[in-house]
T-cell receptor, first 115, second 113 residues
Framework: AQTVTQSQPEMSVQEAETVTLSCTYDTSENNYYLFWYKQPPSRQMILVIRQEAYKQQNATENRFSVNFQKAAKSFSLKISDSQLGDTAMYFC????????????FGSGTRLLVRP | KAGVTQTPRYLIKTRGQQVTLSCSPISGHRSVSWYQQTPGQGLQFLFE???????NKGNFPGRFSGRQFSNSRSEMNVSTLELGDSALYLC????????????FGSGTRLTVV
């Protein structure tokens, strides 16, 4: 069975600084997807960034980028130029590349951006 | 375009009652999944529906059920509510086969007293 681990329950960063959130996962699959979701107080889970395991190049979306290390089963999220609106819970998630389409989530990291 | 709409936003029920939650996916999305979010267990997969058929089910008791209608709208039902069913229930939709990108709604906060 697949598991996703986020070892940082809470993190804090100064506005405009850079912060990295950690995620490790365990799987015997070779093809899969990894995601970072953001959940602000509004509760809606918002997709931040997505990585296909077969792609070696790390995904980037504006201020958000990932460091995907397939052999180490590590998938960290880097947020550059942190903004107050980045304050939220961040969840790392795994999905097998099959017909199940089931997301397996980590326990989340609460990020506070300080003014 | 409109996002995933979940109703109601909040719900308070008494132990032993049953409840029905509704989810309207993004127009054109044929798959709807449901997740339960609690402080203790985190986010857990409940089930997925595609074209009115349940495709996948998580490890939840039979009190949790769902269905999907021809317009892709989905409902989730929980019977004989227990205190432990108090949670945020999130619905997510995607277009269909080959689409691995889910869009989530804002959830229904269910409190069982």
């Amino acid at each position: 069975a697949q598991t996703v681990t986020q070892s940082q329950p809470e993190m804090s960063v100064q506005e405009a600084e850079t912060v990295t959130l950690s995620c490790t996962y365990d799987t015997s699959e070779n093809n899969y997807y990894l995601f970072w979701y953001k959940q602000p107080p509004s509760r809606q889970m918002i997709l931040v960034i997505r990585q296909e395991a077969y792609k070696q190049q790390n995904a980037t979306e504006n201020r958000f980028s990932v460091n995907f290390q397939k052999a180490a089963k590590s998938f960290s999220l880097k947020i550059s130029d942190s903004q107050l609106g980045d304050t939220a819970m961040y969840f790392c998630a795994f999905m097998k590349h099959d017909s199940s389409y089931k997301l397996i989530f980590g326990s989340g990291t609460r990020l506070l951006v300080r003014p | 375009k409109a996002g995933v709409t979940q109703t109601p936003r909040y719900l308070i029920k008494t132990r032993g009652q049953q409840v029905t939650l509704s989810c309207s996916p993004i127009s054109g999305h044929r798959s709807v999944s449901w997740y339960q979010q609690t402080p203790g267990q985190g986010l857990q997969f409940l089930f997925e529906y595609f074209s009115e058929t349940q495709r996948n089910k998580g490890n939840f008791p039979g009190r949790f059920s769902g269905r999907q209608f021809s317009n892709s709208r989905s409902e989730m039902n929980v019977s004989t509510l227990e205190l432990g069913d108090s949670a945020l229930y999130l619905c997510a939709s995607r277009r269909g086969a080959g689409d691995y990108g889910y869009t989530f709604g804002s959830g229904t906060r269910l409190t069982v007293v």
